[in-house]
C-alpha cells in the first residue's frame, strides 16, 4: 500500500510539489511524460495546472490521472530547508 496523496501544487515546469498523508513532501518531475499516451494532453500548461486531488491520488478535467505507486516511485523526497 502506497502513501496517499493529501496535497498537490503544480510548478510552472511541469512538476508536482506532493504531500503525502505520512507527512512526506516528494517532488514528481512530469515532463518526461509528457510526450506519451494521455499525457500529451497535458502539455499545455493550462491544463497542468489544473491537477488536484482526487481520493489517493492525482488527477486533471482531461481524464488523466495518476496510479498511487507510480506516484510514489517517480517523485523523490524534499529535505527540509
Known sequence: ???SVC????NK???LNIVLDNG???L???KPYLDFGVFIKLRDYERFRQARVAFDTIEWDEGVD????FIYEKSKPVKAA
Request: proline share 15%.
Open 66 to 69: 495518476l496510479d498511487p505507486e
Open 1 to 3: 500500500m502506497y502513501p
Open 13 to 15: 515546469d511541469f512538476s
Open 24 to 26: 512526506e513532501k516528494r
Open 28 to 30: 514528481l518531475d512530469m
Open 7 to 10: 496535497k498537490v501544487t503544480p
